[in-house]
């Protein structure tokens, strides 16, 4: 039994009760985030901005919907703090977005490769990229992974459950610790993880404006 299932056997009747139940466990998953390695991943998208390096996002279901919103928070979130038409933000490309791209690839290929594919266009030298995935085991952000990696690039891995066989693939493993089947907290901590990452960029855009 998940934690999931034991809030709703105890609070199921009581909907306000499941309420504060599900938010207290989300606290203790916040709490036993490494934020080491959250760290780590900022130092890592701070160098792409730095370097002009392009960060890739990429995800499936609810995490395709999170890589959308990493794309959007990064680069035009960040963007709006400063008053420095020079400053540089954080160029980041959500490979989620094109609906085209994505069945054109599915189609002509194979579901597989639909980020694999992008990713052998848009790769340069130096390049980051983020997969989230709760399960770390689909094949279309695994293949993704590797070659990145293989190519030399850094890869940052937003997970759940065990971390699945994406934990030991990518260079910065940032796992949401839970049984196996809680997707909707994993994917709700990978939120807040972005939120964290994006509010600390702005203050550092901010920092380089003399503003803060």
């Known amino acids: 039994m998940n934690n999931l299932d034991k ?29 080491e390695k959250v760290g780590e991943c900022i130092n890592i998208l701070e160098e792409a901005r730095q370097n002009d390096q392009t960060i890739f996002v990429i995800g499936n279901g609810g995490s395709a919907s999170t890589a959308s ?32 791209v994505i069945s054109a690839i599915g189609n002509d290929s194979t579901f597989e490769n639909v980020f694999l594919d992008q990713l052998k266009v848009h790769f340069r030298k130096g390049d980051k990229l983020i997969v989230i995935s709760a399960s770390g085991n689909s094949p279309n952000l695994v293949v993704a992974a590797e070659w990145f990696k293989q190519q030399g690039g850094t890869v940052m891995g937003w997970l759940g459950f065990d971390g699945g066989k994406l934990k030991d693939i990518v260079q910065v493993p940032v796992v949401v610790s839970t ?32 503003l803060v």
């Open 7 to 35: 809030i709703y056997q105890e609070k199921g009747l009581d909907p306000a009760g499941f309420s504060l139940g599900y938010v207290n466990h989300l606290v203790t998953l916040l709490q036993a985030l490494d934020h």
């Open 69 to 100: 919103h990493i794309g959007n928070d990064f680069g035009l979130c960040v963007l709006k703090k400063s008053n420095k038409p020079e400053n540089k933000s954080y160029r980041a490309l959500a490979l989620t977005d094109n609906l085209s």
């Open 179 to 210: 049984p196996k089947g809680e997707y909707a907290p994993v994917e709700d901590v990978h939120l807040v993880i972005n939120h964290i990452i994006v509010t600390w960029m702005q203050y550092n855009i901010m920092k380089e404006d003399g």
